[in-house]
């Protein structure tokens, strides 16, 4: 049998396709940063600080991983932010969105278990089991939960993505951005974010639907009415 020889890439050899070639580099490098630059653009008269976060029924925390069944250090200080809205009279709900696909993975009871350890009742905390990625839990906030208007709260890096595609889906939304030290995972976050940039424009073009969207809950408005 013959062996197949992979042929390696041919460089230029002249001065002009190597002029042509740096340039197609570079248009590449453009074209993938468009949509990160966008965002960065387009929120930034929506981000506030837990200081000056406006005053609402709702506030959205996204899931962030966990490790041992327990928040991650990065989720549990998306946490304490929502719990210092809720304490200081900010927020009287907190919306806790992330991934419940399987049964040994649960991270909105997670969440809720934290928030009611560091001072929210849990009836003030409503669990979204089907926020898959930031998208789907922006369209199931509204849809799902009719939220309307609420605060966001993630890490820095990510959160010019979760306010832009909450206004997409119908959710007036303002983004609290959760500073961390700069370690490898907040330096990989910041990474994937040119990346996942570009998947957000195309929801944002396409409107797509969730991955499961399911009948309507009326958990925030129970939450809202409770007396707790």
Known sequence: MRRLRLRRPRLPRTRAGWRQFVQVVAAGCVLALLPA????????????????????????????GLWDGE?????????DAAAALYR???????????DNSRKDYDEPDAMRVYLAKHGVPRARVVTDYAGFDTWD?????????GVDKAVLISQNFHI???????DAAGVDSYGVGVDDTHDATWYYGGTREVFAAGKAALDLMFHPDPHFLGPKEKGITRALASGK
């Open 37 to 64: 630059t966008w965002l960065w653009v387009s929120t930034a008269d929506r981000l506030r600080t837990l200081q000056d976060a406006p005053r609402t029924d709702v506030a959205v925390v996204f899931g962030a």
């Open 71 to 79: 928040p991650s250090p990065y989720l549990a200080h998306r946490l």
């Open 88 to 98: 200081e009279g900010r927020v009287k709900v907190v919306l806790v969105t992330g």
């Open 137 to 145: 839990s922006c369209v199931r906030a509204k849809k799902i939960f």
């Open 160 to 166: 010019r993505r979760a306010v832009a595609l909450c």
